[in-house]
């Protein structure tokens, strides 16, 4: 024990930084640099002091396309795709960042040719690798980045730059054979370049799985002399492919994938003329056999190879391998190889147990496999894929045994929120490990590292996030497809004088205006009126966010703030209004975040609103403009009959006195959709069910044809008031408030300081 601390004490006395934490990241880029269909920064490297980024293009909306009578596995696609695979743009794009400026330039975007059917494809749809390389014939260094060609394309071409903004096509599509759709992985070794086809059109497609397993070598790129570098599948027909290569101890390592047997581990010194003679290191997935299926990454730390495992997409089911979360395993110059992370078994070279103490995956079961490792500052990071986000949209009866029982046990949703977004691990000396992030740097959609760069100027994380721009998403009304905020690739960079804001609400409790402007008030000392009211909605605003909610909103573990938690509850409701909704009109507009939030995602409606005094209605006109609005006076609504598609109150005014006029103003098939709390004062103290019928039958008391209602005081009132207690008790507690400004704020939150019971949302619909 004290000789193993006295090794990780040394690794950490020679890193020249203390290593990277959460806070030290900065996001640089998102969204797909503006364009979510940019979902993977698929290769990535630093060039001429610049960072390029390769991307490639809607991989969720073409993978539907590619898994055939398989999306009967799922109850809804996370994306939603288009009816035909080349009605989005699929050009893959290259991006070159300056960190003295913190500016993007696209650099390049592919350009379309007539394809194979008659009509324009891209040349390229993404780039999964890239390599700086010095060619004979290169007057300097170029980076030369091999293409992902669409089915319909001739195959992979090889670009080169000098300068990074000038690229020229070298060498012939497809390395001469147009069955070839992809290169994964390219690297210059020798004064030569390596290159691995990895997808193929030929009897199957595959992205993934080529033809033949088999390594290019070539000592003039340009002039497209490639040759075997091996012999094919290494004399071995159960190796499927080459996904990674990398140079170490003066060798060329290359690591398979094998669903049969486990992946190989293969070198060559590249001596003599092609193919180059290359000896086995190890087989059967350092034999674990199948579940380590493939080497998806390497890297070269403190003298050390190391590999990072996994299955294709985490879970192989057409072979039924899987689901199994991967290892990391590393190999010495002599050929000898430990486990660091793993599950422990006896091997034909003794007993391997991890050296880290740590299970596969880190102990996730959500890892999907160790997508990339690299070396920076003295320090290993590998970042993981997490299958989590695909939990939601499968069929349970189509998961694994042991799966179903965790999703059972939990839900889906509540998995996700909980645990989704890769993880980013480091180590000082290789065997002791500790988590950078376990959440995609905060956010769930980022489901994997796919690229990491170290520079002069700090660690490039390339996040893959394929979840946009509209993401499938579960409503009370069904699955339903909205636009994702959080989608498309990310860029992160680490630096350790980075030192990035964390979103915080509260440093004791006390929001941020309230730290600015204490007051210092004791309980007991009285405030004039106008102050009072004044203090309450300035504390409200800042408890807001700065909108004009108030309401109790829709949580979840994820939510950060109420304003959060309202936009959720917001897109509940515009989930269940109806299809054609061009004439809707809110009763109890509040102050005008909901009519505003109305209007922005439903831009071509005319929206009428109704609240219950003018200062109300002096709000909603600065917030929402181009809303009618009016005060509303008895129980009458002054339009004329079935003018609505749709009338929505939320947590306003649609008292139950109103459904008969609702009912008159709504069109036939309309409908009325609301968000409605219930207080104990109320009488709705009542169970949930109790509650739910007694609101349907007052709808169909008033002549609707069908309601429909859910109980969702779990995800609205309770977690509200857990929130709010928090946070303004605190405030009390600290004295930075006075027990009349603390009762007086209560008053004005929703249930106007009553208990809600019970939150009801639902949707009443008038007959044809």
């Known amino acids: 024990m004290h000789s193993a601390l006295a090794r990780l004490e040394a690794a950490m006395a020679a890193a020249t930084t203390p290593g990277l934490r959460e806070k030290n990241f900065r996001k640089i880029s998102a969204n797909g640099f503006g364009d979510p269909l940019n979902s993977y920064p698929h290769s990535m490297m630093w060039f001429k002091e610049r960072l390029y980024v390769a991307t490639t293009r809607a991989n969720l909306h073409l993978l539907w396309f590619t898994i055939g009578e398989r999306v009967r596995n799922f109850q809804a696609w996370p994306v939603e795709h288009p009816e035909k695979p080349y009605d989005i743009d699929l050009r893959a794009q290259i991006w070159q960042y300056t960190p003295e400026t913190d500016q993007w330039r696209n650099v390049y975007v592919s350009p379309m040719i007539m394809g194979s059917q008659g009509f324009e494809v891209p040349l390229a749809i993404g780039f999964r690798g890239m390599t700086v390389h010095l060619a004979p014939e290169d007057p300097e260094p170029a980076l030369y980045i091999p293409s992902w060609s669409p089915r319909l394309g001739p195959g992979p071409v090889l670009l080169r730059t000098y300068d990074g903004t000038t690229f020229q096509q070298v060498s012939k599509p497809g390395l001469g054979d147009p069955t070839v759709t992809t290169i994964r992985s390219v690297i210059s070794y020798k004064g030569r370049l390596f290159i691995a086809p990895t997808g193929t059109t030929k009897n199957h497609f595959s992205a993934n799985i080529p033809d033949r397993c088999v390594v290019f070598v070539s000592t003039h790129p340009e002039k497209s002399d490639w040759q075997l570098a091996c012999e094919p599948f290494f004399g071995d027909r159960t190796n499927e492919g080459v996904f990674c290569m990398a140079e170490y101890n003066g060798y060329l390592y290359a690591g398979t994938a094998n669903g049969e047997e486990g992946f190989q581990l293969w070198k060559t010194d590249a001596e003599g003329e092609p193919p180059y003679r290359w000896t086995r290191v190890l087989a059967h997935g350092g034999y674990r056999g199948r579940e380590n299926q493939g080497v998806v990454s390497m890297a070269v730390f403190r003298g050390k190879l190391y590999l990072g495992g996994g299955i294709l997409g985490g879970y192989d ?13 590393r190999v010495g110059a002599d050929d000898s190889w430990e486990l660091v992370v793993g599950e422990p078994r006896l091997t034909p070279d003794g007993l391997k147990v991890p050296v880290s103490g740590l299970g596969s995956g880190f102990n996730s079961p959500a890892a999907g496999y160790f997508w990339r490792i690299c070396e920076h500052d003295g320090w290993l990071y590998l970042g993981t894929y997490d299958m989590t986000n695909w939990l939601p949209y499968f069929h349970p009866e189509n998961m694994p045994r042991r ?21 980013l691990w480091r180590s000082a000396d290789g065997d002791r490990w500790q988590p950078v992030t376990r959440n995609g740097f905060g956010n769930h959609c980022n489901f994997g590292i796919r690229t990491m760069v170290s520079s002069p100027h700090g660690l490039f994380v390339g996040a893959a996030n394929p979840f946009g721009p509209r993401i499938a998403a579960h409503r009370l009304a069904g699955w339903q497809y909205r636009d994702n905020p959080d989608g498309g690739l990310e860029i992160w960079l680490g630096k350790p004088s980075t030192l990035r804001g964390e979103a915080t609400i509260t440093d004791i409790g006390r929001p941020p205006a309230a730290r600015r402007q204490q007051e210092h008030i004791l309980p007991g000392m009285e405030l004039e009126a106008e102050e009072l009211l004044a203090r309450r909605d300035q504390l409200l605003d800042e408890f807001y966010g700065g909108s004009g909610y108030r309401h109790c909103g829709m949580w979840s573990r994820r939510t950060a703030s109420p304003k959060d938690a309202c936009d959720n509850l ?82 306003g005014l649609g008292r139950e006195d109103l459904l008969p006029e609702i009912l008159r103003v709504l069109r036939p098939g309309g409908a009325y959709v609301f968000a409605q709390r219930l207080t104990e004062a109320e009488g709705s103290a009542s169970a949930g069910a109790a509650a739910v019928a007694r609101i349907r039958q007052g709808h169909a008391a008033a002549g609707f044809a069908e309601s429909v209602v859910h109980d969702v005081s779990q995800r609205c009132s309770e977690p509200f008031h857990e929130y709010l207690h928090q946070q303004f008790r605190t405030l009390l507690l600290a004295r930075s408030i006075s027990m009349e400004l603390f009762e007086a704020i209560f008053a004005a939150l929703p249930g106007g300081g009553r208990r809600i019971s019970r939150y009801l949302i639902g949707r009443a619909e008038k007959g044809s």
Do not use: H, Y
């Not at 089911?317 to 395993?329: C, D, K, V």
């Not at 799966?403 to 889906?412: A, L, N, S, Y």
């Open 403 to 423: 799966v179903r029982r965790m999703v059972d046990g939990f839900g889906p949703f509540a998995i996700v929120e909980s645990g989704a977004g890769f993880d």
């Open 570 to 651: 917001m897109e509940e409701i515009l989930a269940l209004l109806p299809g054609e909704t061009k004439r809707l009109l809110e009763i109890g507009c509040g102050l005008g975040e909901t009519t505003r939030f109305l209007g922005r995602s439903l831009p071509g409606a005319a929206i009428d609103g109704l609240v219950a005094a003018k200062e109300e209605q002096r709000s909603c006109r600065r917030l929402a403009p181009k809303a009618s609005v009016a005060v509303l006076a008895g129980k009458e609504l002054r339009f004329r009959k079935e003018r609505f598609d749709a009338v929505v109150s939320v947590e």
């Open 317 to 329: 089911r057409p072979r039924n391998i899987g689901p199994a979360s991967p290892e990391l395993l």
